[in-house]
């Protein structure tokens, strides 16, 4: 057996060892016990992933009793990528759940759930036919499904959301299914060897279908209605795990359907992508940079980092078509780089928030505030993941965005034939949603730091925080090292991940440097190291300048009468999250259509002095109260309908067969 084969075989006895474990453990043991057997099968995912992505061959093949070829897991390079992405994130979710549940909260159902997930995660992107890659796909979605659900007897609103879930999941397997029928159909097999090979007509229809139910598992809109219900609802290291691993599994079927499976497709298929990719992206950050609840403000910030994946994957696709190929083989890797960027910022985040939630039991930003200093590891661990979600430089989200602007502005030079000039349009425009989309992203997440770490809390409960334990608190180290890793070395990640899309690496990245990248089809070059140094001299002038005026003149603490506008100021004083995000939901007011309301409390018997002014301001998804919610308003009329028709009397339903077997009668004679 190959040592791929080896490692998909062990990843799947550990799985059922931790199954077994999570039902025989004691509470006082299973979350250890368990924990580590997790953190062992995403390792083991993590070294296999790695080795496919290296061009290691081999795979497992599983025999079944039904009447079709047996199952065969046997990842290629980008499905190696893949493996990577979700089993460095589920390390940093197992350690992180070792420590977060422990004791009477060790839920056995929840244990047994969660290597469920792990496996399910890291066989999809390892199979090589659409009955595997099904099979797999709902193992990943009924162990997520169990472990949202873990806390329904504790809120009501989890109930809810897992009913959300389960819906848009199914929804989106549907569309899969049918996507995968199609192909079938048109090739006369399962494998996705041969699902290539099919007339323009059912690919089309293919395309669609799986963009749908893709487009669903990664959070794009309008299928992204169950996000921020599910992930706010879920365990912190759910969400994580979800955000940060489980939406890449609808990143891989968008590669898998452009890449492998349908890659010469027309050109409206790219500007398809694009337009759903940008709206999403733009629409996600609206919601997340008005959010005041920490969870829904990372859970729609999701949805904008996976709206510029595919907006990278469209223009690609649409760059190849007009034979631009340096710059679709650079948007394609920094459609990658995207992914491998979200995946270590994001899971930091929802982990980092859990750090709060576990330490104030607050996730609201309005009643937090001061966290910087009672929690300094949390507070620098979420500072650097905040700054690679806003794209700042040297983190991991700068460099990706920087390689997805160079392919925009270079594919936007496109000269000669006619049916060039919806690419020469195309382009302009994405750069223009990504340099919103970046803005947008820096005021979010200055406020989510600003708010919660630093400034006077705002609550007893933010008072009162201390540092969680030291295994949170590693976690959240990893993934903030990996963000700066990936921010100040591009170069090596870079020409790695280029090796499994692009038939020719070396043309499409190249590392240079100190680690720095360079991207010689389009003649451009970042090296973040010289970046740092420079910036290093630049500052040294001016640190010396401030270390000598402050010795020249000695800092003195003067007690102003008035309080100088800070000594005396109390934490009601300062900017709050809904404040701070006022003057967008202003602008934006169009798209967000927020609600209002308008509470004054008059002093007794004055019409004139007002004792107090309440203002309650909400921003509802537009996409749930104006498409879904009709919907489902039309099926529950129709179910009242129904359930009148359906009233339980044997002499009625008597009356119903005697027609419908009229009706079968004349049908027939006719």
Request: aromatic residues 8%; proline residues 5%; contains cysteine.
């Given at each position: 057996?190959?040592?791929i084969g ?10 059922a ?18 924990g ?8 083991t ?10 061009g ?18 046997a990842?290629?390079?980008l ?11 589920g ?19 929840a ?20 009955v ?17 659900l ?55 229809v293919?395309f ?16 992204h ?10 365990p ?11 939406v ?6 968008g590669?898998l ?54 907006l990278?994957?469209g ?12 710059a ?12 491998v ?38 507070a620098?661990?979420?500072?650097i ?6 794209a ?29 000039v ?24 200055v ?16 008072a009162?925080?201390r540092?969680?334990p ?8 990893l ?20 090796h499994?899309?692009s038939?020719n ?8 440097g ?15 190291i ?11 002038p ?23 506008g ?10 709050t ?28 018997e ?15 998804d ?5 498409l ?8 529950q ?34």
């Open positions: 057996m190959s040592g080896a490692g998909l075989l062990l990843q799947l006895g550990l799985g060892l931790a199954v077994l474990t999570a039902l025989t453990a004691a509470p006082s043991l299973r979350s250890r016990a368990v580590v057997l997790c953190t062992l099968i995403a390792v995912g993590f070294l296999t992933g790695l080795g496919a992505m290296l290691a061959t081999g795979g497992l093949r599983i025999t079944i009793a039904l009447p079709i070829d047996p199952l065969l897991l990842p290629d390079r499905g190696g990528l893949f493996m990577l992405i979700v089993s460095g994130v390390i940093l979710v197992s350690l992180y759940a070792m420590s977060s549940t422990h004791g009477p909260d060790a839920s056995r159902t244990w047994v759930a969660m290597p469920m997930f792990l496996v399910g995660m890291q066989l999809v992107p390892a199979a090589t036919d659409s595997s890659f099904l099979l797999a796909l709902e193992i990943m979605t009924l162990g997520s499904t169990v472990l949202l873990a806390d329904h007897a504790s809120r009501a609103t989890v109930a809810s959301a897992g009913i959300w879930y389960s819906a848009m999941s199914q929804l989106s397997f549907f569309f899969i299914l049918a996507g995968f029928a199609v192909l079938a159909a048109a090739s006369g097999g399962t494998s996705f060897i041969n699902l290539q090979a099919i007339e323009p007509v059912p690919a089309n293919a669609v279908l799986l963009l749908l139910g893709f487009g669903g598992k990664a959070e794009l809109v309008p299928l209605v169950w996000v921020p219900r599910v992930l706010p609802e879920a912190s290291h759910v969400s994580a795990a979800m955000s940060g691993a489980m890449k599994i609808g990143v891989y079927g590669l359907v452009s890449v492998r499976l349908l890659p010469d497709g027309p050109a409206w298929w790219g500007i398809a992508i694009m337009v759903v990719g940008g709206a999403s992206a733009l629409y996600g950050i609206l919601q997340a940079s008005v959010s005041s609840d920490l969870k829904v403000l990372l859970a729609y910030s999701t949805t904008e980092n996976m709206g510029l994946v595919f990278a994957l223009a690609s696709m649409l760059l190849r078509g007009y034979d631009a190929q340096a679709a083989d650079a948007a394609l890797v920094a459609a990658l780089l995207l992914a960027s979200h995946a270590a910022f994001k899971s930091t985040l929802f982990l980092g928030a859990g750090a709060i939630i576990h330490a104030t039991g607050e996730r609201n930003l309005d009643r937090l505030g001061g966290l910087g200093a009672r929690m300094p590891v949390t620098a661990a979420f500072g993941a905040s700054l690679g979600a806003a700042i430089p040297i983190t991991s989200g700068f460099v990706a965005e920087w390689m997805l602007l160079q392919s925009l502005i270079h594919g936007g030079r496109l000269d000669g034939a006619v049916v060039s919806a690419a020469s349009v195309a382009m302009p425009l994405a750069v223009a949603v990504i340099a919103l989309t970046a803005g947008l992203a820096l005021l979010t997440f406020k989510a730091y600003g708010i919660a770490f630093l400034a006077r809390p705002r609550s007893a409960e933010a009162d925080a540092e969680v030291p295994l949170m608190q590693l976690s959240l180290v993934g903030a090292l990996f963000v700066l890793a990936l921010g100040l070395l591009p170069g090596p990640i870079a020409a790695l991940v280029a499994t899309v038939a690496p070396s043309a499409a990245v190249q590392s240079v100190l680690g720095g990248v360079s991207l010689p089809g389009i003649g451009a070059v970042l090296d973040p010289m970046l740092v140094v420079l910036s290093v001299l630049v500052a040294i001016v640190i010396i300048s401030i270390i000598v005026s402050a010795r020249r003149y000695p800092h003195r603490t003067v007690e102003l009468p008035w309080g100088g800070g000594s005396r100021a109390r934490p009601r004083m300062q900017y999250a809904t404040s701070y995000a006022e003057p967008l939901v202003r602008v934006f007011d169009d798209v967000l259509k927020p609600s209002r309301d308008v509470q004054v409390t008059h002093v007794a004055s019409r004139y002095l007002v004792e107090r002014v309440r203002v309650e301001q909400r921003v509802s537009v996409f749930e109260t104006r879904y919610r009709p919907v489902l308003n039309l099926f009329r129709y179910g009242i309908v129904v359930r009148h028709i359906a009233n339980g009397s044997i002499h009625r339903y008597l009356s119903y067969s005697f027609v419908a077997l009229l009706i079968v009668l004349i049908v027939v004679s006719l």
